[in-house]
């Protein structure tokens, strides 16, 4: 993933549209795009290339990649695939709007915006992990491949950031949907990168089992993006994620749902321990690795963390160089 830092902001004064909204309040208005709506057909399968770094977006200083970081294995092309027909449950929470210009802001993906490079890499990205997830449902691989979770070594290296942007990317596909799981109880970030209000979340349907977790997400005005809070912290968190309830709160997530991808933004491996309960009921997981960051001895020691996991994929991020020449977005003939 390219460091994305150095892409300018446009100037930060509201539209006139902008401007137009909060004179009138059109939210009230709008109706969001239901979940359940009918599944647009599948276009035809792409082939995707390998998640490794790729190249920066300025002319920064070229640094060679870490020797110790493995790429991601090498995708195959996906098979064509029955569109899912289940009727997806809708969740009962409110429809929430995501201030599309806090998104730039932050150099996350923003939706029906221009392609960018970002955009182009979390493509990528998404596929092989879409690819698992697909075959996962099939009864190909590790079970729950539909569950994803996005970790890493330390903090700081990128877990939310790509959390985000991949449940950004995925929630633009038209045979999925997607709920974004702020899984760092004690640091969670998922609301104020997305802009939402808080409120309880899988912490507490955790700990308490007569709040349904599903009364706990929030849905927002992109389509097919849902996020479900982390909740408070208890000064137990951990015991209650390996508690016997968590598989079955877990599994009313995607209940009624087959086409629902489920990504968890973790805490830090080596310094949570939630971390490792959350990987034995996942079927994925990314592990960020920060280019100019992450040693070899704290990705090794968080891998073995994260061994309850069988199918974990590495995602280089914050690269400024890319030793093949990948260049996404308005390199190739998009506009920005
Ligand atoms: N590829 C990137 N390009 C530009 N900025 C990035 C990139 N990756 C991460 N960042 C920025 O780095 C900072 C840390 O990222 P982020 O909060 O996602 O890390 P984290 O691993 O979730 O941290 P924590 O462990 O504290 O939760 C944020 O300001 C984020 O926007
Ligand atoms: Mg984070």
New binding site residues.
């Given amino acids: 993933?390219?460091?994305?830092?150095k892409?300018p902001v446009p100037p930060s004064g509201p539209s006139l549209i902008e401007r137009a909204s909060g004179a009138f309040d059109w939210n009230t208005l709008r109706r969001p795009a239901l979940p359940d709506a009918p599944v647009k057909p599948r276009a035809a399968p792409e082939v995707a290339p390998v998640a490794a770094p790729v190249s920066a977006p300025s002319a920064a200083p070229a640094q060679p990649p870490p020797a110790a970081i493995a790429p991601v294995a090498a995708p195959v092309a996906p098979p064509v695939q029955a569109v899912p027909t289940a009727p997806v449950k809708q969740f009962a929470g409110h429809y929430h709007h995501i201030d599309r210009r806090h998104l730039r802001e932050?150099?996350?993906i923003e939706p029906d915006g221009p392609v960018t490079g970002?955009l182009e890499e979390f493509r990528i990205v998404k596929r092989q992990l879409l690819l698992t997830a697909s075959e996962s449902r099939q009864g190909i691989g590790a079970p729950h491949g539909e569950r994803i979770l996005v970790c890493?070594a330390?903090?700081?290296?990128?877990?939310?950031?790509?959390?985000?942007n991949l449940a950004l990317s995925i929630a633009a596909e038209k045979d999925n949907e997607v709920l974004l799981v702020d899984a760092?109880f004690a640091?969670p970030?998922v609301l104020s990168?997305l802009g939402l209000p808080g409120g309880p979340g899988l912490m507490d349907a955790l700990a308490d089992p007569s709040l349904p977790v599903e009364d706990c997400i929030l849905g927002t005005d992109i389509p097919g993006l849902f996020v479900l809070p982390a909740g408070n912290s208890t000064g137990s968190d951990t015991e209650f994620v390996a508690s016997s309830r968590t598989a079955s709160v877990l599994d009313r997530l995607t209940q009624h749902a087959p086409s629902r991808i489920v990504i968890f933004?973790s805490?830090?491996a080596l310094?949570a321990s939630p971390a490792s309960e959350l990987a034995m009921h996942v079927g994925q997981a990314v592990m960020?690795v920060?280019a100019d960051r992450t040693g070899e001895a704290a990705l090794r020691d968080a891998l073995n963390l994260l061994s309850g996991c069988e199918d974990i994929k590495l995602l280089l991020?914050?690269?400024k160089f890319s030793p093949t020449g990948r260049r996404f977005g308005s390199y190739y003939g998009y506009k920005e």
Avoid: H
Wanted: glycine share 6%; charged share 20%.
């Fill in positions: 993933m390219t460091d994305q830092s892409i932050q150099c996350l970002l890493s330390l903090p700081g290296e990128g877990k939310t950031f790509c959390a985000v760092d640091k970030s990168a933004d805490p830090p310094a960020i920060r991020n914050c690269t």
